[in-house]
């Protein structure tokens, strides 16, 4: 079992930058990100332990991804933030081979969630 706290979460003008934090209570390789609209689940960015990183074609040149592992924390830097950013943010972790993925169905430890709210 691993245990996922995000933080970093607010509410910001289009344009601005915030950074979401995600402290695991063991280290796991294989990191990533969502954000859950009403529309649905996305996989933003996702990394693994050999710091290989995959970004979903929407945030990319925009959002990256990050892992201190002294610190077992993975972080998602979002810059140029748009509204249709507005989103709950969760990390997630897995056993996982391979690659990074976005493939929601592939994590198996999940986080709280943490609130990003863009405004225009």
């Known amino acids: 079992q691993v245990r996922l706290v995000e933080s970093g979460g607010d509410s910001v003008q289009a344009g601005g930058s915030l950074r979401l934090s995600c402290e695991a209570s063991?280290?796991?390789?294989?990191m990533a990100w969502f954000r859950q609209t009403p529309e649905g689940r996305e996989g933003v960015a996702a990394i693994?332990?050999?710091?290989?990183?995959k970004y979903a074609d929407s945030v990319k040149g925009r959002f990256a991804i990050s892992y201190d592992n002294a610190k077992n924390t993975v972080y998602l830097q979002m810059n140029n933030l748009r509204t249709d950013d507005t989103a709950m943010y969760y990390c997630?972790?897995?056993?996982?081979?391979?690659?990074?993925?976005?493939?929601?169905?592939?994590?198996?430890?999940w986080g709280q969630g943490t609130q990003v709210t863009v405004s225009a």
């Open positions: 997630a972790s897995g056993y996982i081979s391979g690659d990074p993925t976005l493939i929601a169905s592939e994590y198996k430890f």
């Open positions: 693994d332990g050999r710091y290989y990183t």
């Open positions: 063991a280290y796991r390789p294989h």
